[in-house]
């Protein structure tokens, strides 16, 4: 399975920004979806998931609220909506596939098989 993140970009502070992931390679059976980034000198962070079957989602404190993660089936596509971006959400953002989590470990990137190379979010104040 291969994952592509695109839509990253510089923005102004209060502005959006779209984040697309497009999954590829052989038949996709992901359960969960997700985003993670990782700002410069930080620890790797938990932004969004989303559960393949259902459609579930759950998301980081930090982004709840302004940030809506949502999939498209018939395109194996995961997108983030990112509205009223802060400038302390400039990061690497990158998305993540997982065969066997559970709901309990979604937040946990460990957990993901697959991950995508990263797209960079730039937001100026």
């Known amino acids: 399975v291969q994952l592509q993140a695109s839509g990253g970009g510089l923005v102004q502070a209060g502005g959006s920004l779209r984040l697309s992931c497009a999954a590829s390679?052989?038949?996709?059976?992901?359960?969960?979806m997700a985003w993670f980034r990782q700002a410069p000198g930080k620890e790797r962070e938990f932004v969004a998931a989303?559960?393949?079957?259902?459609?579930?989602?759950t998301y980081g404190d930090s982004v709840k609220g302004r940030f809506t993660i949502s999939r498209d089936n018939a395109e194996n596509t995961v997108t983030l909506q990112m509205n009223n971006l802060k400038p302390e959400d400039t990061a690497v953002y990158y998305c993540?596939?997982?065969?066997?989590?559970?709901?309990?470990?979604?937040?946990?990137?460990?957990?993901?098989?697959?991950w995508g190379q990263g797209t960079l979010v730039t937001v100026s104040s």
């Open positions: 390679g052989r038949t996709f059976s992901a359960r969960y």
């Open positions: 993540a596939a997982g065969t066997s989590i559970i709901t309990s470990t979604q937040h946990m990137g460990a957990q993901y098989d697959y």
């Open positions: 989303i559960k393949w079957s259902s459609r579930h989602t």
